[in-house]
């Protein structure tokens, strides 16, 4: 098979990774990939979000399967596009990626199938807005912007002049642009959170092994929002009690919800929960591999990935055997000194043989320079993976394989794993 990933972070170099093991896989393409995927994959200079040119290419290589791993290409409607054409592809249709692509429909999809999420209005209107966490909002509450924004569309406020500011800079002078047309306001929620990434065809649904991320930028959990510092799998908070309230109260209604809105969802559905009081809760779904989650729960997993998701798009999923081992994993992810504000690009990256030794050295914002040696070219420049039988000795040797790697003003977190540590020893 001649295979096509489409994205160019760490979430798709782990897929990649793991697709390339397949010995059916005839040609790997990425576009656009990074400077880690080009030792595996032939990089496509296509933007990700280019439907039209994903399609021609595709359909002038003789591609088999297209694997579309990052949101807007899935929210623009790739996935259709490649069908018209009779190209197979892994994700979620157009109308099933609304999920992700309006927080709007998922809130109100909850609500009309009983799902548990956070109590919640929603608004189109700035003024009714504004009159709306003047009045009667409780705080702290949370506003989010309808549509995609990167990951930094939620605003938690503590105050009223917080909100009132968040609805502004959402709605007013649209920092995330159309996404902000429609707000949702939401009650705050308190617990731990756990990511679930699942497998579906519509029918049948399988959850891969559970994660924890950390998205602060600083240790403690302090600093900006980011996509992503840092992740562990399993999730200790993730109790089998919990997973089974979670596939009952869910993962399942969720499935069949989508199958009755005529919206059915095959691809990988993604839980963003907070497990409370009241029992696990929806903070978000996104209809894809989560990254860094991504980074974690693929190295623990057993199963072929290609096998799998190929019976996500043909509705085999029920003769699929999912496994993962019980192992644990820990990814720590190197960011460019800034991140996620503004931060220099081109660095010379080294020491990644070394740690390649001891983990899985997962490429993200990295290009490779006119000698082909890699320099940082984003962000999130590498995620660092490392597995062993139990979470502290994983930990322990992501840490370790990450201080191989060098380059200016390099940025991580030195405490990745230590709430779920905590958690695990019952603090
Ligand atoms: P999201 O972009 O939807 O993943 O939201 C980013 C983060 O905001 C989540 O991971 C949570 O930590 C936090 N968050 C979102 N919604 C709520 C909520 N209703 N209550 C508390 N925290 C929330
Ligand atoms: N790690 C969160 C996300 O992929 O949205």
Not at 155 to 180: H, N, P, Q, V, Y
Not at 348 to 359: D, P, Q, S, V, Y
Not at 406 to 423: E, K, V, Y
Request: hydrophobic share 40%; proline share 5%.
């Amino acid at each position: 098979m001649n295979i096509l990933i489409v994205g160019g972070g760490g979430r798709e170099h782990a897929i990649a990774k793991e697709i390339i093991k397949n010995p059916a896989v005839k040609k790997l393409y990425a576009a656009p990939g990074n400077g880690g995927m080009a030792s595996i994959c032939e990089l496509v200079p296509l933007k990700a979000t280019d439907v039209g040119g994903v399609v021609r290419f595709a359909r002038e290589h003789d591609i088999d399967y297209v694997i579309v791993a990052q949101d807007d290409p899935l929210c623009l409607g790739m996935v259709d596009a490649l069908g018209d054409e009779g190209i197979a592809a892994f994700g979620p249709c157009k109308a099933a990626a609304m999920i992700e692509g309006s927080k709007v429909f998922a809130k109100d999809l909850m609500k009309r199938y009983g799902i548990p999420t956070a109590a919640y209005e929603t608004f189109d209107d700035y003024e009714a807005a504004l009159n709306y966490v003047r009045a009667s909002a409780p705080l702290p509450i949370v506003v989010k912007a309808d549509g995609l924004a990167l990951g930094k569309g939620v605003l938690i406020c503590s105050t009223r002049e917080e909100a009132e500011e968040a609805l502004k800079t959402i709605m007013l002078d649209k920092k995330f642009g159309a996404s902000g047309d429609k707000v949702v306001i939401e009650e705050f929620l308190t617990g731990p959170e756990v990511s679930v990434l699942a497998f579906t065809d519509g029918k049948t649904i399988k959850p891969m092994v559970s994660s924890m991320d950390h998205k602060r930028a600083l240790d403690g959990d302090r600093g900006l929002n980011t996509g992503g510092m840092g992740t562990i799998a399993p999730n200790p908070c993730y109790t089998p009690e919990m997973a089974e309230r979670a596939m009952k109260e869910i993962f399942l209604p969720t499935i069949d919800a989508m199958n009755r809105e005529g919206r059915s969802f095959r691809g990988c559905l993604y839980f963003g929960l907070m497990i409370t009081g009241d029992g696990p809760k929806v903070i978000e779904y996104n209809c894809r591999f989560g990254d860094p989650e991504t980074q974690v729960v693929l190295p623990l997993m057993k199963s072929d990935l290609l096998t799998v998701m190929l019976a996500t798009t043909n509705g085999t999923l029920d003769q699929t055997s999912v496994e993962f081992s019980r192992d644990a994993a820990c990814c720590v992810i190197l960011a460019s000194g800034g991140y996620p504000l503004s931060y220099q690009k081109g660095y010379e990256i080294h020491g990644l043989e070394e740690a390649e030794r001891t983990a899985n050295v997962y490429h993200a914002g990295t290009k490779l320079n006119e000698q082909g040696h890699p320099v940082t070219s984003g962000g999130r420049v590498l995620g660092v993976t490392a597995t062993a039988p139990g979470l502290e000795e994983a930990i322990e040797k992501a840490y370790r394989a990450a201080e191989k790697i060098t380059f200016t003003d390099r940025h991580m977190r030195h405490d990745i794993g230590q709430r779920a540590l905590s958690a695990l020893r019952g603090e």
